[in-house]
């Protein structure tokens, strides 16, 4: 189990650890792609001169 | 366009299935070469520097084991890899790739080699040490020792795999949402109920906002960087620990970018007390350090000072006041305020102290 999984284990019944966790990273990599892809962001700290 | 940012995350992303794809013996090879290719497509002048430098540096330290001038090796090696790292960041124009990392893991080699705790590494270590994509461009800066066990414990293992991947994911939502997004977008509200504050105020909130914005992003990045490691089977050493519970300034630097604290703990502040006895020097050089590593300018200067200051007050705090008969849930709660409110001063004062001068 990933650390997630196991922290969503702690708060909901098995059943609904599998799907909670499906719904989770789906979420996190559509809002993460809309966000990469927006423009709006500023990812500062790498170390990248002159780009 | 793609930004870089993404870009090299997704190129570092690919060298997981290129290590798994290769046999176990050359598989951290197959990395070193895909990280050669994809730095040179994006920056054939540092890729050139970095190869080079990871190339001749072994040759260097064997020469001077060879000869029994070590001292000579050391220096020679160190003052190049400085002096490329100075010319790189004055000279504008160049697309200049993970400089500021490589060169810190380059020095540490040295270091360490020149310390007498490390034999002069083999070609084929160091080149795959020191061409590691997934750590290339935010760290951590971390110890060839610790990355040549873990490649010799290296195994597949679907748990470390699958963890390693949600932190990946979870990385770069914490840098590209919450970091890059959410916070500024939150704080651009909270600023537009100060426009009457005094221009000092509200220089430092925005410093302050930048500093949780800084720590989402960062240490997403880092999260990225090191889950695309343990996917490709080499756990490595962290860069936060819970930054945000630090009960002061000095509990706070042992918390963020611990990589680079440590760095200069082992190579600035050691040997400068060693050589001193002094440890306020130790400080003073091991916070230039750090500053000038981020910005080779008199603002770093400044907030270099601004922090040992901040260390020097908080060791008499701690030496004089009793704080420890503050109830627990005072010291929890004020203490990383304070923290955040000395880093995020260092902006407006060191900007007015710069007009000063």
């Known amino acids: 189990m990933t650390p997630l999984a196991k922290l969503l284990a702690r708060v909901m019944p098995a059943p609904l650890v599998g799907p909670s966790l499906s719904v989770i990273y789906a979420a996190a990599m559509a809002t993460t792609l809309l966000a990469a892809g927006s423009g709006q962001v500023d990812i500062i700290y790498v170390d990248v001169q002159a780009r | 366009m793609i930004e870089t940012a993404t870009l090299l995350m997704l190129l570092a992303l690919l060298a997981v299935p290129i290590a798994w794809a290769l046999p ?12 050669t290719v994809s ?15 990871a190339v001749l540096t072994p040759a260097a330290l064997d020469a001077g084991d060879r000869t029994g001038q070590r001292d000579i090796a050391a220096a020679i090696t160190a003052s190049v890899l400085i002096s490329a790292f100075v010319a790189a960041r004055l000279t504008p124009g160049i697309a200049w790739i993970g400089g500021a990392f490589f060169t810190l893991r380059h020095l ?3 270091g360490d080699w020149w310390m007498g705790r490390l034999a002069a590494p083999r070609l084929r270590a160091h080149l795959r040490y020191q061409l590691f994509l997934p750590v290339m461009f935010t760290g951590p800066i971390h110890r060839i020792q610790t990355f040549e066990r873990q490649a010799l414990r290296r195994r597949w293992g679907a748990q470390e795999f699958f963890d390693g991947l949600e932190r990946s994911l979870l990385g770069a939502l914490s840098a590209f949402v919450v970091g890059g997004w959410l916070v500024r977008r939150a704080g651009g509200v909270l600023m537009r ?9 509200r220089e430092w909130m925005y410093s302050a906002i930048d500093w949780v914005a800084l720590y989402f992003v960062f240490a997403g990045l880092t999260s990225v960087a090191l889950g695309i490691a343990l996917m490709i089977g080499l756990k490595l050493e962290e860069n936060f620990n819970r930054p945000w519970e630090a009960r002061n300034l000095l509990d706070f630097w042992l918390r963020w970018h611990m990589s680079l604290t440590s760095w200069c703990r082992d190579y600035v502040f050691r040997p400068v007390m060693a050589l001193t006895r002094s440890a306020l020097a130790g400080l003073i050089a091991a916070m230039l350090a750090i500053g000038l590593w981020h910005e080779f300018s008199l603002y770093y200067v400044l907030w270099s000072i601004w922090q040992v200051l901040g260390i020097v007050i908080t060791r008499a705090t701690l030496r004089y006041v009793p704080v420890g008969s503050c109830p627990k849930w005072l010291r929890a709660s004020g203490g990383p305020l304070i923290v955040l409110g000395w880093l995020s001063a260092a902006r407006p004062v060191c900007s007015r102290l710069l007009e000063l001068l």
């Open chain 2, 193 to 201: 109920g100060t426009s009457d504050f005094p221009a000092f105020a």
């Open chain 2, 39 to 53: 730095l040179a497509a994006l920056a054939p002048a540092s890729t050139a520097w970095l190869v080079g430098a």
């Open chain 2, 108 to 110: 540490h080699v040295v």
């Open chain 2, 24 to 35: 176990p013996a050359l598989a951290l090879d197959g990395v070193a070469l895909w990280t």
